[in-house]
């Protein structure tokens, strides 16, 4: 076969989900609301492809810098960059 290198490749076990959280999450996870400075993480719902972030950001810390459409603007530091990944509330989680 040939090599395919697509946004979701390596993700079998990186997207998978424990089984009893298998299926669409609750309409809280979509309406959640952020304020410019909080800090979430970043952790793909692999049941919602829409607005889901790269893989590479899967697992880390951003804080939030604006709004943009139903989505969030997220600076998360990379290496010695800092980049900026826009994600819908559904892949993100407020942290405590």
Not at 10 to 26: A, D, I, M, Q, S
């Amino acid at each position: 076969m040939a090599h395919h290198n697509g946004p979701r490749k390596k993700t079998r076990y990186k997207f998978k989900k424990e089984l009893r959280k298998r299926g669409l999450p609750p309409v809280t996870c979509l309406i959640q609301k952020f304020e410019v400075g909080d800090k979430v993480h970043i952790v793909c719902d692999s049941s919602i492809q829409k607005g889901m972030p790269h893989r590479r950001f899967h697992g880390k810390t951003g804080t939030v810098v604006g709004q943009r459409g139903r989505a969030w603007m997220l600076a998360v530091p990379d290496g010695n960059s800092e980049k900026i990944v826009i994600a819908r509330p559904q892949h993100l989680k407020a942290q405590r």
